[in-house]
Nanobody, 122 residues
Framework: QVQLVESGGGLVQAGGSLTLSCAAS????????MGWFRQAPGKEREFVAG????????YSAGSVKGRFTISRDNAKNTVYLQMNSLKPEDTAVYYC???????????????WGQGTQVTVSS
């Protein structure tokens, strides 16, 4: 059973930075692709970035491209989301999720973490 635990959220001023971590345990082929999603109050959960444990491919949503960077440390079974130049509209609960292959759609993910709150003040 794959388990995902996020950490690193918090309160930051606009223009600041945060790094989120997602520690994965029980990793198998069914969790080869890791995605970061976010959900703001009253809005749908949206894809932010994704990366495979194997290979070098990564993906980012247009709204965060150039500001957020996804990376991984296979030895630590941890995926990171480095968030720079944060904006108030980045405020949301951020989730990591896993599935066998890449996807932008949250309903296609098998495993989810509990989420971590990111609040960006103006």
């Amino acid at each position: 059973q794959v388990q995902l635990v996020e950490s690193g959220g918090g309160l930051v001023q606009a223009g600041g930075s945060l790094t989120l971590s997602c520690a994965a345990s029980g990793r198998t082929f069914s969790s080869d692709f890791m995605g970061w999603f976010r959900q703001a109050p009253g809005k749908e959960r949206e894809f932010v970035a994704g990366i495979r444990w194997s290979g070098s491919s990564s993906y980012s949503a247009g709204s965060v491209k150039g500001r957020f960077t996804i990376s991984r440390d296979n030895a630590k079974n941890t995926v990171y989301l480095q968030m720079n130049s944060l904006k108030p509209e980045d405020t949301a609960v951020y989730y990591c999720a896993a599935r066998p292959k890449s996807s932008y759609y949250s309903n296609e993910y098998n495993y989810w973490g509990q989420g971590t709150q990111v609040t960006v003040s103006s």
